[in-house]
Nanobody, 127 residues
Framework: QVQLVESGGGLVQAGGSLRLSCAGA????????MAWFRQAPGKEREFVAA????????GYEDSVKGRFTISRDNAKNTVYLQMNSLKPEDTAVYFC????????????????????WGQGIQVTVSS
């Protein structure tokens, strides 16, 4: 069974940090771009960050640039999201996702470009 499993979420005060992990199982994701999306209550799922299969290129949503860092360890089939200087508006369920296209050289940002999704993990930032 192919799975993406997120971990590392939780409750943190504004200004704090969290590191999310997303471990793949059932197949290798090392040849696919990976991304993080988030969804707040009553809002659509939105792009947060993505990384190409080699790790050479990354992309970020404007509001998280300079605060969040996406990285990957292909040997561990895992992608990470380091979140610093967290704000209450970062509160959401965070999802990791795997690109549907093999070895894409750029970082897609649309939900429909990803075909494997984790179950999501809650991140809550208190003010």
């Amino acid at each position: 069974q192919v799975q993406l499993v997120e971990s590392g979420g939780g409750l943190v005060q504004a200004g704090g940090s969290l590191r999310l992990s997303c471990a793949g199982a059932g197949r290798t994701f090392s040849n696919f771009a990976m991304a993080w999306f988030r969804q707040a209550p009553g809002k659509e799922r939105e792009f947060v960050a993505a990384i190409t299969w080699t790790g050479a290129n990354t992309g970020y949503e404007d509001s998280v640039k300079g605060r969040f860092t996406i990285s990957r360890d292909n040997a561990k089939n895992t992608v990470y999201l380091q979140m610093n200087s967290l704000k209450p508006e970062d509160t959401a369920v965070y999802f990791c996702a795997a690109d549907r296209t093999y070895e894409r050289s750029w970082t897609p940002r649309r939900v429909y470009e990803y075909d494997y999704w984790g179950q999501g993990i809650q991140v809550t930032v208190s003010s």
